[in-house]
């Protein structure tokens, strides 16, 4: 940007590929300088780096997302009290972001917590990549649903909503599953059904 030798990170990157979806990640904890430049960008669609070069950025979608007030959907009782807990976050925000800034965006979107059902489709999904992968090695892969509702128990937590999940089919299945191709128990063109038993998933 303006005073660096080179072109920075960001503008490199859009000045390559201008057809590009940016995500800044909880963009509240974001040095001051940041929201500058993304005042700049928001505001003009271009951004000039140390080089002088004005790099254009009006293909590019810009994503940010924030914590801010997630624990006030943490504490709501069910999805019927989001009006309230909406305008309570928007209050929060105008008390964190400056008005030009929040005024150059063009929607603010706020996430209910994850429901049982949500989590449950996130698992299916996970593993959905899981029996890709097996399938390029000639094993065939079935999970039952009680494999599903116990990976999406074990990787539910209310203060993380889906991030644990990745962690417990790492652990519950990728790293049991190759105990059991290491020691032989399944070879290729095998069909394995995955079901919970005993506080764990079993392989058979």
Do not use: C, W
């Not at 928001?42 to 590019?60: E, H, I, S, W, Y």
């Not at 069910?78 to 008005?99: G, H, M, W, Y």
């Not at 979107?109 to 029996?131: P, S, T, W, Y």
Request: negative net charge; aromatic residues 8%; hydrophobic residues 40%.
């Amino acid at each position: 940007y303006v005073g660096y030798d080179e072109g920075g990170q960001l503008t490199e990157a859009v000045r390559r590929r201008p057809y590009s979806v940016l995500l800044f990640d909880e963009v509240e904890k974001a040095h001051p300088d940041v929201f500058n430049i993304l005042l700049q960008v928001l505001d003009d669609g271009r951004l000039t780096d140390g080089q002088g070069r004005v790099v254009d950025f009006k293909n590019t979608i810009i994503i940010m997302t924030s914590n801010l007030g997630s624990d006030l959907i943490l504490e709501a009782k069910d999805n019927s009290e989001t009006e309230a807990v909406k305008q309570k976050i928007d209050a929060l925000l105008k008390q964190t972001f400056r008005p030009e800034f929040l005024n150059r965006i063009d929607e603010i979107i706020m996430f209910n917590r994850l429901a049982k059902e949500n989590i449950k489709g996130i698992v299916r999904i996970q593993l959905d990549r899981v029996v890709r992968r097996l399938e390029e090695r000639r094993i065939h892969l079935v999970f039952d649903e009680s494999a599903i509702d116990f990976i999406a128990d074990a990787g539910y937590d209310p203060s993380f909503g889906a991030r644990p999940v990745k962690r417990a089919i790492q652990t519950y299945v990728e790293n049991a599953l190759a105990k059991d191709v290491l020691a032989g128990k399944f070879t290729e063109n095998s069909t394995i059904k995955a079901s919970a038993s005993g506080g764990s998933i079993v392989f058979s």
